[in-house]
């Protein structure tokens, strides 16, 4: 990174450590540079390894995507971990590392790849090894907050198989994924608070069955996911507790998927205390979810199940801006 990152806008005076970073050069030939005019919201240089750190109150670097954009695969690596994604970046000019209060998941970039055109599983396996072998973290296992970390990344269109497997907290972590299409059986069975995780996703078709069993908190987790039909049976079966409020409202869910949610809310037992489930979109549950409903009712829940057509709350503000920019462009 010592010959990729300046203290200049212009990249004429090479950065040394602990110096802000005012420029940095796009390695693919293209001349999509990075910028950072501002001398107190400059990221600053670090070695071993060699790497940018962001105070992550406003410090950020801007990139221009050409016009047409880029759709393919990004690299990201960093201190918490390293993945390959699939996405759609629209030409503009975007932050790098921080956007709104919003930053990338981690505290240092060691490196960034963006490819116009889709790696294969091999070449993006190589690239997230020549990054960890430069300094970044291969794994997310040691994460336990996941909580914000992809929050409002309309780009992706697909997301990794990554280890979740020590986290607890996935609060708002894909929320205002515009552009995710479909989601993996990622490692959830420490994760306790679900809370927005997947609201305002609207183009999950699908869902996976992810262990639910240690969730106590589920409010608005699929809410305005509303191309969302598809839910799994026994997904919510071995949960101990947890808040549904609006967690399936405005969806397109078939008649078998909220029968499947409500048969497993009753399958987990849950009794105690005030819950409260709602529900609105898609289909209208069969006798099989009614006769659920009622044995949920009898155990003190509060279920509401509009099916049919969707209900948007005015007080829910659904739109978000799009989320974390390239640092490097890749022909």
């Known amino acids: 990174m010592a010959t990729t990152v300046f203290t200049n806008t212009t990249r004429t005076i ?29 990221p600053i240089y670090q070695t071993a390894p060699d790497r940018v750190t962001l105070d992550r109150v406003d410090d950020r670097m801007t990139v221009t995507v050409p016009a047409g954009g880029f759709t393919g695969t990004m690299v990201l690596a960093t201190d918490q971990g390293t993945a390959s994604y699939g996405v759609t970046i629209p030409a503009g000019t975007y932050d790098i590392g921080g956007r709104d209060g919003l930053y990338f998941p981690g505290n240092a970039i060691v490196g960034q790849l963006i490819r116009d055109g889709a790696l294969s599983a091999g070449e993006a396996a190589a690239t997230e090894a020549y990054f960890v072998e430069n300094g970044a973290t291969a794994s997310y296992g040691a994460v336990t907050d996941f909580s914000n970390f992809w929050n409002e990344w309309s780009e992706l269109t697909s997301f990794p198989l990554i280890d979740t497997s020590s986290g607890t907290r996935f609060d708002k972590a894909w929320r205002s994924c515009s552009s995710l299409t479909s989601f993996p059986l990622i490692d959830t069975s420490a994760g306790t608070n679900f809370s927005f995780a997947w609201f305002d996703c609207p183009s999950l078709t699908s869902f996976p069955l992810i262990d639910t069993s240690a969730g106590t908190d589920f409010n608005y987790a699929w809410r305005s996911c509303s191309s969302l039909t598809t839910i799994p049976a026994g997904l919510f079966d071995n949960v101990k507790g947890g808040d549904f409020t609006d967690a399936f409202a405005n969806t397109s869910l078939t008649q078998t998927s909220i029968d499947n949610i409500l048969v497993s809310l009753v399958a987990s037992g849950i009794s105690a205390g005030t819950r409260v489930f709602d529900q609105s979109g898609g289909s209208a549950p069969s006798s099989t979810g009614e006769a659920a409903i009622d044995t949920l009712r009898s155990r003190g829940w509060t279920v509401t199940v509009t099916g049919g057509g969707a209900t948007i709350d005015p007080t829910i503000n659904t739109s978000y801006s799009y989320s974390y920019r390239t640092e490097q462009i890749d022909p």
């Open 14 to 42: 090479p950065a040394e450590v602990g110096q802000g970073v005012g420029g940095m050069t796009d390695l693919s030939g293209r001349d999509n540079h990075a910028a950072q005019a501002t001398a107190a919201a400059r």
